[in-house]
């Protein structure tokens, strides 16, 4: 009942579109044969760009069957011009006939995966990127469900999971997220002064806290510079280095053995990114990025001096005053007041001419 509907459906469709194009061919006897002979000409110019264009053309139902009625009042010799063969057309009948004959079947196999489960095996394989396929399985046993280790292998495969992850250990983002509290990052960024000296700068920072220690400025960073400065950070630190285990550095020829020397004597294990992975050490690459936004590329740089002047300040500014993110707003060395509802009067105080700005809440 259903195929015959379809059929019905297909074939007043059809006589529609016939009887359109007749009316369309009777409106083609009012008009003149230049305009005709001309229309022609202009539309195979049409046919032959496209031909060009188009590999494959890919032509609907109606335009086959209206094309396959048209074809046999031509002569052989102009059906070798269409974009169809005799053979094509003859497949197109062909198909007509299939598709006539075929009633919809019952695909066999096992029912689709509900969604529900597709939906817990991917959330436990987000959240335990450890566990393998069948850990899963069990795990969803555990709640009551049977699942198929195979088909859970199935789920995790085609989203894009590995259904039997390495125990090597944990991500660098895990890693970084976890030891968070232990962690140093230092970094070399540079910048040019007025005369185009190009200046070095040397600065750390504390992962947990966000804290930055800007340990200097220099045109020249030897390695004897490099390890002095590294004695001062743990001089600056005092009673909290014992708070530190990783120092993580990039692989610049200007850490040298001296160097490292400085933080193992400490018990605090120096880790080195991979070349060319700024995203290893993205903490310390983004401060390097918020001193140059907010600071640097708005500042002309005299020289040394006046360099590490200015890096003084935002280091008190960035320390103090600006919110992080990461510490819900706050600053490193600055909680969250409480809030208030009652009104308050706010003062601002300006450094390096107004290019910062701190406000504070008048007592």
């Known amino acids: 009942m259903v195929r015959l509907r379809q059929d019905r459906r297909v074939a007043l469709r059809l006589l529609y579109l016939i009887v359109l194009r007749a009316f369309g061919w009777i409106a083609l006897l009012t008009r003149s044969q ?3 002979d001309a229309e022609i000409l202009v539309l195979r110019h049409q046919v032959a760009v496209l031909r060009r264009q188009v590999a494959v053309p890919r032509p609907s139902w109606a335009d086959r069957a209206i094309i396959s009625a048209l074809a046999r009042l031509l002569s052989r010799r102009r059906r070798c011009h269409l ?7 003859l497949r197109w009948r062909a198909d007509l006939v299939k598709r006539r004959w075929t009633y919809p079947k019952h695909v066999p196999g096992r029912p ?8 817990l095996v991917l959330r436990l394989a987000a959240e335990n990127p450890d566990w393998g396929y069948r850990r899963i399985a069990g795990q969803i046993a555990g709640l009551g469900r049977k699942v198929s280790p195979a088909t859970v292998w199935a789920i995790l495969k085609r989203a894009g999971f590995d259904p039997a992850p390495r125990r090597g250990g944990p991500t660098w983002a895990q890693f970084l997220k976890t030891q968070a509290s232990g962690i140093l990052a230092c970094d070399f960024f540079s910048v040019e002064t007025v005369m ?3 200046l070095y700068c040397f600065a750390v920072v504390e992962h947990a806290s966000r804290r930055v220690h800007v340990l200097g400025v220099t045109a020249n960073p030897t390695a004897g510079w490099v390890a002095q400065q590294a004695r001062n950070l743990i001089l600056d630190l ?11 550095r990039d692989r610049d020829s200007k850490f040298t053995a001296l160097f490292d020397e400085v933080f193992t004597t400490e018990g605090i294990r120096v880790l080195l990114t991979a070349p060319q992975a700024p995203r290893m050490n993205a903490i310390t690459e983004r401060w390097v990025g918020s001193v140059r936004r907010e600071l640097l590329d708005r500042i002309l740089i005299m020289n040394e001096r006046h360099l590490r002047k200015v890096l003084a300040e935002y280091e008190t500014y960035f320390n103090r005053h600006r919110p992080h993110r990461s510490l819900k707003q706050a600053s490193p060395l600055q909680a969250l007041p409480e809030s208030v509802d009652a009104d308050i009067e706010v003062s601002r105080r300006d450094r390096l001419g107004g290019l910062l700005h701190e406000y504070a809440q008048v007592a």
Do not use: E, H, M, Q
């Open 34 to 36: 230049a305009s005709k």
């Open 83 to 89: 974009f169809v063969t005799p053979r094509t057309l």
């Open 112 to 119: 689709p995966i509900r969604p529900t489960i597709r939906a």
């Open 196 to 198: 185009l000296t190009r």
């Open 238 to 248: 005092g009673d909290r280095i014992g708070d530190f285990r990783f120092l993580i």
